[in-house]
T-cell receptor
Framework: DTEVTQTPKHLVMGMTNKKSLKCEQHMGHRAMYWYKQKAKKPPELMFVYSYEKLSINESVPSRFSPECPNSSLLNLHLHALQPEDSALYLC?????????????FGSGTRLTVV | AQSVAQPEDQVNVAEGNPLTVKCTYSVSGNPYLFWYVQYPNRGLQFLLKYITGDNLVKGSYGFEAEFNKSQTSFHLKKPSALVSDSALYFCAVRDGGTGFQKLVFGTGTRLLVSP
C-alpha cells in the first residue's frame, strides 16, 4: 500500500458544527502532516506529527485540533470554523520528518464552511 | 529560512514542444529540492528530487530537472510536452533544523499544453 487515504472527500459544515477529517497510511511512515491549500495557492503547513507526537504547530487557530491516535492515523478536529477556513485540506506522510524522500500526499478533503 | 520562487504564474506550450518550468532557490547549506504536480481537485504527486549527486535529475512521467548551483536554479523540463501534462506544478525546498524539518512550497506555475 503506497497511498495516503483521506476521508471524507468533500465536507460542508456550518460555523457551529463539529466535524473531523481523517487521514490514514499503511506505509510505515513515522511523520504525518496537515496542509491547508486555498484556491490557486501553494499548500501551507499546519501541523507535523513525528512518532505520534506533535512536532510543529504553525500557529494554527485553536478551532483546528489535530490528533494522532497511532502511527497510521491522523485526525483533524474542526470546531466553530469561519467561512475563510474553506479550503482543500491535504494530509501527507514521510518515512521520517528528516526525510530525503519527500512526502506522499492524499487527495485531500474539500471543506466548505457555510 | 529556506525558500523557493517560481517566477511564472503560467507557462503555455504546444504539444510536442519542449517545456521548462522555472524555480530558483534561496538556502543556506546544501539544498534539498523537490518538484510536485497537482491535477484539479487532487493532492500533490511527487515528480523528482535533488539531494546530492548529478545535476540532471530524472523523475516520473518523462520529467527531469537541472540543478544549477551558480544560478541557484532547479528548473523542471520535459523534451516533448503532452496535453495531459497540463496541471499545477510546485517547486519545494526542505526547511528547518535537525528534527524539525518541513517542506516549503513555491507559489506554483500553471502549465497549459495546447493540442
Amino acid at each position: 500500500d503506497t497511498e495516503v487515504t483521506q476521508t471524507p472527500k468533500h465536507l460542508v459544515m456550518g460555523m457551529t458544527n463539529k466535524k473531523s477529517l481523517k487521514c490514514e497510511q499503511h506505509m510505515g511512515h513515522r511523520a504525518m502532516y496537515w496542509y491547508k491549500q486555498k484556491a490557486k495557492k501553494p499548500p501551507e503547513l499546519m501541523f507535523v506529527y513525528s512518532y505520534e507526537k506533535l512536532s510543529i504547530n504553525e500557529s494554527v487557530p485553536s478551532r483546528f485540533s489535530p490528533e494522532c491516535p497511532n502511527s497510521s492515523l491522523l485526525n483533524l478536529h474542526l470546531h466553530a470554523l469561519q467561512p475563510e477556513d474553506s479550503a482543500l485540506y491535504l494530509c501527507a506522510s514521510s518515512q521520517e520528518q528528516t526525510t530525503n524522500y519527500g512526502y506522499t500526499f492524499g487527495s485531500g478533503t474539500r471543506l466548505t464552511v457555510v | 529560512a529556506q525558500s523557493v520562487a517560481q517566477p511564472e504564474d503560467q507557462v503555455n506550450v504546444a504539444e510536442g514542444n519542449p517545456l521548462t518550468v522555472k524555480c530558483t532557490y534561496s538556502v543556506s547549506g546544501n539544498p534539498y529540492l523537490f518538484w510536485y504536480v497537482q491535477y484539479p481537485n487532487r493532492g500533490l504527486q511527487f515528480l523528482l528530487k535533488y539531494i546530492t549527486g548529478d545535476n540532471l535529475v530524472k523523475g516520473s512521467y518523462g520529467f527531469e530537472a537541472e540543478f544549477n548551483k551558480s544560478q541557484t536554479s532547479f528548473h523542471l523540463k520535459k523534451p516533448s510536452a503532452l496535453v495531459s501534462d497540463s496541471a499545477l506544478y510546485f517547486c519545494a525546498v526542505r526547511d528547518g533544523g535537525t528534527g524539525f524539518q518541513k517542506l516549503v512550497f513555491g507559489t506554483g506555475t500553471r502549465l497549459l499544453v495546447s493540442p
